[in-house]
């Protein structure tokens, strides 16, 4: 493989990102050299998402892009697609029209040297249990990292392909979690992400397997500073587990809780398995354990069915919650999935427009919930330089995004910060001291 040059471009989640990694380094492992443009590559690997229309819209336009440079190279340009869109027999429909020569479903990424060895096109769409055997090498020079813990997803929610394209919840050994956790903290990686469609559900698969509440102390007792996880299904999400965060300073207090409705009607149409009030008394439980807790959500409108009273119970419910932060998406209907069988989709412009509602709604509750960090101390993990000039970004224990003024960093790292000024996506610091300067410079 000395003469393969990949180019891996990536859709979707954070387990995409983390599966790209996997990839790229078994493809490094194997010789190939990962090049940073198409134009450098012969080997391009789209890792591909398919939660609603606008990333398979992407995926089209790019293989679209790349089918010409195939031409234009005279075939000597291989096309390849992974993950969730590939797992789909829409996707696999997509992959044909547009001349894809490798394709590997979401749990089969591990064959990739495979498939390259071979000098034919290669399709895999199987679920393999080998794929979580992997544990990948820690990304260079990395501060922060994500690790699976869970692949698939047991849920029904009506508008969701992800247990299609993932399959059955599948926890990993913990010991193969253990082992990547301490490289991590041995290579340097001050933040680590543990990542699930439901990583609430770890080791329900396996009576020999640590619940999620004791993996949580068992990974931070290994040394990481930060500890994160995404992502939680509020059925899941159990006393045991509010105890073992609360117990943990590693993971601070902030806590990812998608609730996608406030609306009874709409929560049983989209199968969730909870109630509103349900929702609400998860809430209470952890604001009780954890008074300073940063608490985020998803939420769909416009789903089929939704009425404007239906709607207004969402507003309503997030006037009660007060999220400090929410990922907000208008419903699309995904082919296969129950609710495009259903249920008939509302008018676009009726999801527009509650969407802006809420968007609204967030921008307003987001302001005030930062401004209350206005004059707090908080430890900042900075990346690097900010869009905005002479800015640094970063993040703080409970994921707020922080800018930091450049000239106070002095790079990547670890910053003690006094924050002065907010805004509804951002919390602005002054730097007080370095707590660990990172070792790759900005
Ligand atoms: N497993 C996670 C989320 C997976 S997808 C969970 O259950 O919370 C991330 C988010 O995408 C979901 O929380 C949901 O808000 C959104 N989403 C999923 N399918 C969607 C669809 N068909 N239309 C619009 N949003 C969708
Ligand atoms: Fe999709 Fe629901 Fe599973 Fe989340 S819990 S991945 S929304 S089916
Ligand atoms: Fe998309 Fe698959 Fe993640 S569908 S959101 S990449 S699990």
Redesign the pocket.
């Given at each position: 493989m000395n003469d393969l040059r990949v180019k891996i471009i990536t859709?979707?989640?954070q387990?995409?990102e983390y599966d790209s990694h996997l990839v790229a380094s078994e493809l490094a492992a194997r010789g190939a050299h990962l090049v940073e443009t198409v134009e450098e590559a012969n080997f391009v690997l789209v890792n591909?998402?398919?939660?609603r229309g606008k990333?398979v819209e992407k995926v089209k336009s790019l293989l679209g892009q790349l089918r010409k440079e195939k031409q234009r190279r005279g075939g000597r340009f291989v096309i390849g697609m992974m993950?969730?869109l590939a797992s789909l027999e829409e996707g696999q429909a997509i992959a044909r029209d547009f001349g894809v020569d490798v394709l590997l479903g979401?749990g089969a990424i591990h064959k990739i040297g495979e498939a390259l060895e071979k000098l034919e096109p290669f399709w895999d769409v199987g679920f393999y249990p080998e794929l979580d055997e992997v544990v990948p090498p820690p990304p260079a020079g990395a501060l922060s990292a994500y690790v699976t813990l869970i692949r698939g997803c047991d849920h029904h929610c009506t508008y969701c392909?992800?247990p299609r394209?993932?399959g059955p919840e599948v926890s990993r050994h913990p010991d193969l979690v253990l082992r990547e956790v301490e490289q991590l903290v041995a290579a340097g990686v001050v933040e680590i992400t543990l990542l699930g469609?439901n990583v609430n559900s770890y080791g329900k698969d396996d009576p020999s397997y640590p619940d999620f509440a004791d993996l949580i102390r068992q990974v931070a007792a290994l040394g990481v500073r930060r500890l994160r996880f995404v992502t939680s299904h509020p059925m899941n999400f159990s006393d045991r587990i509010i105890e073992a965060i609360a117990e943990t300073p590693a993971v601070g207090q902030y806590v990812h809780l998608p609730v996608q409705s406030g609306s009874d009607r709409v929560l049983k149409r989209m199968a969730r398995e909870y109630r509103r009030d349900y929702y609400l008394e998860r809430v209470a439980r952890l604001r009780e354990a954890l008074p300073d807790l940063v608490l985020t959500t998803d939420i769909i409108v416009g789903f089929p069915g939704e009425t404007e009273e239906d709607f207004q119970q969402t507003l309503d419910l997030y006037d009660e919650v007060g999220f400090d932060a929410a990922y907000m998406f208008a419903y699309s209907a995904r082919p296969g999935t129950p609710s495009y069988e259903r249920f008939e989709d509302l008018p676009r412009e009726v999801k527009i427009e509650r969407l802006e509602r809420l968007i609204e709604k967030q921008k307003q509750w987001s302001l005030e919930r930062n401004r209350a960090w206005i004059g707090r101390e908080v430890e900042v993990l900075v990346r690097g330089p900010a869009k905005e000039e002479h800015w640094a970004l970063g993040h703080d224990q409970s994921n707020h995004p922080v800018l930091l003024p450049a000239a106070e960093v002095a790079g990547p790292g670890l910053y003690r910060a006094r924050i002065e000024e907010a805004s509804p996506h951002m919390l602005f610091g002054k730097v007080l001291e370095p707590a660990l300067a990172g070792s790759v410079s900005p």
């Open positions: 859709y979707g989640c387990m995409n591909t998402c398919a939660v990333p993950g969730c979401a392909v992800v394209t993932r469609q």
